[in-house]
């Protein structure tokens, strides 16, 4: 059902445009006018030459219509016009055709559709008679999704003999209202949530300074469905567009622009160089993305990252009926398939004394990954049902091309079956691999092992995108067993008879202002000490994009110690041996740097004893990711007064959320506007 010269689904075409589209070209030596008229001829001759006498009987106008009980579920799709009808599978459309005539008794209605659906997913009644026939279409639970358009046939046995095209299209969708259906979702508390909702909460930054965005899914805009309708008339053929897990593989696949999908959804990009296309981090929403998607023909939309991919596969799963929601795992490892032993659940990182990062073997630690779940009641295919994790960025291959998923998240938990379908050793490495620091002495381009520092696990959290809780939703229970893991924490604790423990905080993390670091040491003998690192810009995989500064600072770690600079200052506490330095980074020395406000401390503390021999006594990582300014937003009436401000709202301001606060805060002002006419009257001044 896909135009190719416009790239639009047919029916929201035109009719002028049709008329374009399918013109006939000019015959050699003839008027364009005197070939239309002789295909005419030739195509009517064809028609009434093989076709038997219909004894005058035509179809007049056609209605398409759901039940009255079924129109609430899908009555928050925002179509223009009667575009389409669209209904869940289950559920049952009704169809009323009227007539010019009665139905010659030798004759009988056939109803078919376009791309074929097979008479096994549909039950067929015809009601009625002259002059409204109507046809009652049952779907059944197993029904293949996409848009279809309905012919009525008239048929004498076996011979067509006319037909009428109906002008408006079906639309079929997955249906987790429904018991049968393959996606059926028996938690009916959180159907709010995971299908209707249109926004969602993006979660961001480290797993020492998360932020959150909000998200707009806009699931039932009239672009996000046509969208999402392109991208499943995409399936290869013999694809079943009946199986969820097929229909969600493909989706994984087809979202991502790669090698073998030159015509993906979206584009990713790590670098910097997005002009003159959309940074990642400009996206609010998914609506920006569809809106561009359908308008340029389903040309592939530029830039992203995870997060937007994932926030837009959470759009067209919930356009298609699925219920689905976006999940962030901290500290998330990308572990590199290895030849002849897959993947080892295990990743090395390489660290000098200072904990910088020479090099990570066999993978890599984000700071953070999202991707998504879809809800599968029961797979045809023997996995287990229930959450299934479906990733648009896998940086691995799975059947040759970059996809993930449908993956049994109980699967995850237990993996005792590593080659269940699909990807189940690859999401297991993501959020539980194990994390071997080995650290090095480096004395200029030479390097030697001085022993393991340390180990952790991969996944230090992981969140769900909920908007309507109060408390963020922890799945990292869904994914492992809790009293397996280690998270990687704020420290790297040192093995020696004088141990400390280094930690790090920041109070101060407001972006326009100086951003404070506060490093602890805690324990260990009373020494003259030593922090030496460095500050970078990282993006949210932890790769290094920019250098800030070099730390560098000495004290006495003592009951009794102060000193400071102009860049940090320590203080030690005289109950146990605690030193806090503060490390300070003024506005000039980040602000023309920061891209996606990832900020990274790497700092080694040692002991000098000898005046210039250092031992190393501890290292410490933290990631800094910078809160925005709050922006005050006052409302004013037309003297200037103020009426409320922002805090008061504790939300984003809308033109309705205006009218609706200054309707309840001030009726007179309410009744001034009302006198007024809707297209003249003006909203408050906003400052």
Not at 261 to 287: A, D, H, I, L
Not at 294 to 301: C, E, L, P
Not at 451 to 456: D, P
Not at 468 to 482: F, V, W
């Amino acid at each position: 059902g896909i135009n190719a010269e416009y790239g639009l689904p047919k029916f929201i075409l035109s009719q002028e445009k049709m008329k374009q589209k399918n013109s006939s070209p000019s015959l050699p030596g003839c008027p364009q006018q005197t070939a239309s008229r002789l295909f005419l001829f030739l195509f009517v001759f064809f028609v009434f030459s093989s076709l038997p006498a219909v004894h005058g009987f035509s179809i007049l106008s056609s209605n398409l219509q759901l039940g009255d009980s079924q129109q609430q579920q899908t009555s928050q799709y925002r179509l223009t016009g009667d575009a389409a009808l669209i209904v869940r599978r289950g559920l049952t459309f009704f169809l009323t055709v009227s007539a010019a005539s009665p139905l010659p008794n030798d004759l009988s209605f056939r109803l078919s559709f376009l791309p074929n659906l097979p008479e096994s997913q549909y039950d067929l009644k015809i009601l009625g008679g002259f002059p409204n026939y109507q046809f009652s279409v049952e779907l059944r639970t197993n029904a293949s999704i996409g848009i279809y358009s309905l012919t009525v046939n008239v048929v004498r046995g076996e011979t067509q003999v006319y037909r009428f095209r109906v002008p408006r299209r079906v639309v079929i969708l997955f249906n987790p209202l429904h018991t049968e259906d393959e996606v059926y979702f028996p938690k009916a508390s959180q159907l709010q949530e995971y299908l209707f909702q249109e926004y969602g909460t993006a979660w961001t930054g480290s797993i020492s300074n998360m932020g959150r965005e909000r998200w707009y899914y806009a699931q039932f805009d009239y672009n996000a469905l046509l969208s999402a309708l392109h991208v499943v008339s995409q399936m290869p053929e013999g694809s079943d567009r009946s199986d969820p897990v097929q229909v969600t593989r493909w989706l994984s696949y087809f979202i991502t622009f790669q090698e073998k999908n030159q015509n993906g959804v979206m584009e990713g990009r790590w670098k910097e160089e997005y002009e003159p296309y959309t940074p990642p981090t400009s996206w609010t929403g998914s609506n920006e993305i569809t809106d561009e998607y359908v308008r340029s023909g389903f040309k592939t939309v530029r830039y992203a990252q995870c997060w937007v991919f994932s926030g837009l596969f959470t759009t067209l799963l919930r356009t298609l009926g699925l219920v689905s929601r976006q999940v962030f795992n901290f500290e998330s490892v990308h572990e590199k398939y290895k030849e002849g032993q897959g993947y080892t659940q295990s990743i090395q990182i390489y660290i000098d004394d200072q904990g910088k990062t020479l090099s990570q073997q066999q993978g890599s630690v984000w700071n953070f990954h999202s991707w998504n779940e879809a809800w599968i009641n029961t797979r045809r295919d023997g996995e287990e049902g229930g959450w299934q994790a479906l990733d648009s960025t896998p940086q691995e291959l799975s059947e040759g091309v970059y996809q993930m998923g449908p993956t049994p998240v109980v699967t995850v938990k237990e993996f005792e079956r590593r080659d269940a379908k699909y990807d189940v050793s690859f999401v297991r490495s993501m959020v539980a691999a194990t994390i071997k620091y080995e650290e090095f002495n480096c004395f200029g381009d030479q390097c030697h092992f001085r022993r393991t520092a340390g180990s952790a696990h991969a996944g230090a959290i992981l969140l769900a995108s909920d908007f309507m809780r109060q408390n963020r939703r922890d799945l990292t229970a869904n994914y492992k067993d809790r009293t397996t893991w280690r998270p990687l924490g704020k420290r790297t604790v040192m093995e020696s008879e004088d141990q400390a423990e280094v930690k790090i905080r920041f109070p101060q993390k407001v972006f326009g202002k100086s951003l404070v670091a506060e490093v602890k040491v805690i324990g260990g003998k009373q020494c003259q000490m030593d922090i030496k690192g460095q500050v970078h810009i990282v993006d949210y995989r932890d790769i290094i994009v920019d250098h800030i500064k070099d730390v560098s600072l000495s004290w006495l770690h003592s009951a009794d110690s102060t000193s400071s600079s102009s860049s940090s200052s320590v203080s030690s506490s005289s109950s146990s041996l605690i030193s806090t330095l503060r490390i300070k980074l003024e506005v000039p020395e980040y602000v023309d740097k920061i891209r996606d406000n990832h900020l990274k401390f790497t700092l080694g503390v040692f002991t000098n004893s000898s005046g210039d021999t250092l031992s190393p006594v501890g290292n410490v990582k933290g990631h800094l990711h910078l809160q925005m300014p709050e922006l005050l937003v006052e409302l004013l009436d037309e003297e200037g007064e103020v009426l409320g401000t922002s805090r008061d709202q504790k939300k984003t301001f809308t033109l309705l959320s205006i009218r609706k606060y200054l309707d309840e805060k001030t009726p007179s002002s309410s009744s001034r506007r009302n006198k007024r006419s809707a297209e003249t009257r003006s909203l408050p001044f906003c400052r």
